[in-house]
């Protein structure tokens, strides 16, 4: 595992010296390493990608716990209902209103704003079947809360959890939904068939893996 000497203190936290242990421990167990840095940010954008299979988290948590770092999620708020509400809340989650005026995004950075400290979790693809194109929700959350996003990526044909890029959007859609997936396109997920082909007229990304 490749580690990073120091945490930036800026990055949102979560988790104890014995989940750290236990996420190292099943780092070594997996044969994964990281590669690249946690940026010295409080608020990210954290696309993930590709998603291709549940085995994407389980390699991600392990990381998540190692490095302790706090990653929250959006879920929809009928889910946040007693006795586990608290539990959600602090593990990360995020309660959204689809029928909400405002639209996700609005409420997403309402969140931001009303915390010092928040990476926010999301895969651009939102499913793991193949798609023809990403949803732009990130990119409009990220727009909205005025956050830079944070491209980490699977790499199972090198057992690599990648921290590729802190990206700083434009606020052209077009623009950075391109850039991003030009990043994106030398990783290769569990299920390489399944991902999006992200450069179009090329040879797709898991056959330009050396």
Known sequence: MSQQKE??????????????????????????????????????????????SNW???????????YRVKISWLMKKEAFFFPFKNLFMWL??????????????KQVARQ?????????????????????????GFLRIAYAAEVPI????????????CLDSLYHPTGNLEEDMTEIQRRF????????NMQTDLLEGSDSSRDRIQ
């Not at 309660?95 to 005026?101: F, K, L, V, Y």
């Not at 651009?124 to 193949?130: I, Q, S, V, Y």
């Open 7 to 52: 945490l930036p203190e800026e990055m949102p936290r979560l988790g104890n010296g014995l989940t750290a242990a236990i996420g190292r421990l099943l780092i070594r167990l997996m044969g994964w390493r990281l590669e690249g840095t946690f940026p010295p940010e409080k608020k990210v954008m954290v696309a993930l990608a590709p998603h291709t």
């Open 150 to 161: 944070l491209l980490v990526a699977w790499d199972f044909s090198r057992k690599r959890f």
């Open 112 to 136: 931001y704003r009303n915390n010092e400290k928040m990476w926010v979790g999301i895969t651009p693809e939102g499913t793991r079947k193949k798609v023809t194109k990403w949803k732009s």
């Open 56 to 66: 994407d988290f389980v390699v991600a948590m392990p990381f998540i716990m190692a």
């Open 92 to 105: 990360g989650g995020v309660p959204t209103n689809r029928g909400s005026a405002g639209g996700i995004a």
């Open 185 to 192: 396109s030398k990783y290769q997920g569990f299920h390489h």
